[in-house]
């Protein structure tokens, strides 16, 4: 598919390319769906993203971050709950430092499970250092490839070193996930299609997409939300483009619609990310407002609805 192809696709309102690809989902992947137990560990955060609840700026975010042991007792009952994948995500909170991510990441991995960490931009060292303590994933989103709008997007930040990032954690040997928000104000259904390019160009081995929804702390506040079928568009397109990679139900997509996560496991995902984190310290980490989650037991009931169960390997690509 050329860059024609997947706008024209974008622009259609023809719903068949969701039923296509749930057809290569399920012959590239097959119908188990990988559970990753998500710890959002720190909502500390330097960066000043825009549209992010957890910007800087906002002063009226209750900040908290976990301590080690509280991070390790998350993990330890996530995998005694059966899940293969922990991922550890926050802010950019510069107090973890390599060294503590390190012993947290060993620690972790002693509990045979595969671990994913989204922590946001950090140098080829500290990369390479998490990898040699045992990380197996790292998911860092481009956000948009469109560079104006990046530039608008995150004031102080550096595209450039965004892709960096991802080429590094390539090069390292991460299997890397990264992804884009659909709806940001100002973006165009190009510069989607050009999102789309990027992760085929990278060879992401997983892709998140989700809607944007406008946070009322932000300077986005008063900004429509993305558009659900425009973002499970892009999903199930990245599905066609890259078959046997892993893709997400995302929380935004069922946090924007009733049944969205259902919606996009039938549309090319094969993922849910359901949280460990306690209910009061999930509030807090609020990147958007009445963020949805996922009951594992519910997860199971669906799954079962609709001819699909949680697998039980470690969910890596399989190429
Ligand atoms: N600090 C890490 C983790 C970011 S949170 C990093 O920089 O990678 C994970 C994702 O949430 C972000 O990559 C972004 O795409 C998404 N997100 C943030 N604010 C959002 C909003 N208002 N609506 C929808 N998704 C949002």
New binding site residues.
């Given amino acids: 598919m050329n860059k024609k192809d997947i706008l024209d696709i974008l622009k259609s309102p023809d719903k068949s390319l969701f039923k296509e690809a749930d057809k290569v989902r399920e012959e590239h992947v097959g119908n188990g769906v990988h559970l990753r137990g998500l710890i959002e560990f720190s909502n500390i955060?330097k960066?000043n993203?825009l549209?992010?609840?957890?910007q800087s700026s906002n002063k009226n975010v209750e900040r908290f971050r976990l301590a080690k042991d509280e991070i390790l007792s998350i993990a330890k009952s996530g995998v005694e709950a059966g899940y293969k994948t922990i991922v550890m995500?926050?802010?950019?909170d510069s107090y973890f430092s390599a060294k503590v991510l390190c012993e947290i990441i060993s620690e972790i991995k002693s509990l045979d499970v595969a671990l994913t960490l989204?922590?946001?931009?950090r140098t080829y060292d500290e990369y390479k250092a998490f990898k040699d303590a045992g990380a197996d994933r790292y998911?860092?989103?481009i956000?948009t490839t469109d560079e104006k709008l990046y530039k608008k997007m995150h004031p102080f930040a550096d595209f450039e070193n965004r892709k960096r990032c991802l080429r590094d954690l390539k090069k390292i040997g991460f299997e890397t996930g990264t992804?884009?928000?659909v709806g940001l104000p100002g973006q165009t259904v190009e510069s989607l299609a050009d999102d789309i390019l990027f992760f085929k160009d990278l060879d992401a081995d997983m892709i998140?997409i989700?809607?944007?929804?406008?946070?009322p702390d932000?300077p986005?506040a008063s900004e429509p939300n993305?558009d659900f079928n425009l973002a499970l568009k892009v999903m199930a397109l990245t599905r066609l483009i890259l078959p046997d990679i892993n893709i997400p139900a995302t929380t935004?997509m069922e946090t924007l619609k009733e049944n969205g996560r259902l919606l996009a496991l039938q549309s090319g995902a094969n993922v849910v990310m359901p949280n460990l984190t306690d209910v009061e310290h999930k509030k807090l980490y609020s990147?958007?407002p009445n963020k949805a989650s996922a009951d594992r037991n519910e997860v199971e009931v669906m799954l079962k609805r609709i001819g699909r169960y949680v697998a039980d390997d470690f969910g890596f690509r399989k190429h």
């Fill in positions: 955060c960066m993203c549209y992010c609840g957890l995500q926050s802010g950019e989204s922590l946001g931009e998911l860092i989103r956000e992804g884009c928000l998140g989700g809607p944007f929804i406008s946070h932000t986005l993305g935004a990147i958007y």
